[in-house]
DNA sequence: CTTTACATTCCAGTTAGTGGAGACTTTATA
DNA sequence: TATAAAGTCTCCACTAACTGGAATGTAAAG
């Protein structure tokens, strides 16, 4: 199939998937005739498999990993768990930082009177 | 003081601080011998404002707006307050994302034995 | 006078695509 | 069959907010 049919199928969008063959993560055989991408079935499943591991916030190299590991029948599922623990640190991380930030500017917020007088303790704060 | 200078007492590295020359954000004077960018106290706490705009996760256009307002000694808090509620909602769109990211990632997790064999629920979800 | 430290500009790379131009192929319509 | 429209191709530029490095120039110290 046209790159289109395989973009729709992997609800992705067709700059996503040539970008993705670009990257050489999902490499589609080419017709010699017109020089167009060729998807088969298989490589829509990578499709998939990759949009669905970027929803999950995997980055670009990672999903390369759980690609090679998915295409691995003989993988171990330790490897696969390693990535997946890493990934859930390194978003609890980024929730700490950012239920501490919200927690400081709805103190802020808090303070201010958004009126129309100059005063404004959001900006003494940031100017500290 | 030269840029270094300026970089210490803001907490950010020379490499920043000449960027938010470039982008017209903190503009020094210049020595007119040598070329080298002259900041000021004023400067300094220009500086020191944008990194703590930063770090409260503010973009760079959010941080001039931001400025010009702690620049504009009649200034109406409302403006502020308008964008930092805005900030806050962005910031608990996020949240809400990382949340419930981090909520299926350790189902999935919970789920994956973890050893030397293949199956791989963690894998099986990402084909589906 | 030379070494060292600090400064300058400019170019490239980072992440993960997106947008657009210009050219070519395929498909549909008249 | 001619033409128009749709689909595809490659290549370049842009996004955010810097960071790293090269080549070059200036200032301060010994």
Known sequence: ???????????????????????????????????????TNDDVAK???????????FSIEECRELLSLYQNKNRSSKEVKRLT?????????KLKE??????????????CNGDDRPSCPILDELSK
């Open 1 to 39: 199939m046209n790159i289109s049919q395989a973009a729709k199928l992997s609800r992705l969008s067709v700059k996503t998937v040539r970008y993705y063959a670009d990257i050489k993560m999902v490499e589609p055989a080419r017709n010699i005739r017109s020089g167009y991408r060729s998807y």
């Open 98 to 111: 950012f239920h501490s930030l919200r927690n400081e500017l709805s103190h802020l917020v808090n303070c």
């Open 85 to 93: 623990l890493a990934k859930i640190a390194s978003i609890d991380e």
């Open 47 to 57: 499709l998939n498999f990759i949009g669905k591991a970027r929803r999950f916030n």
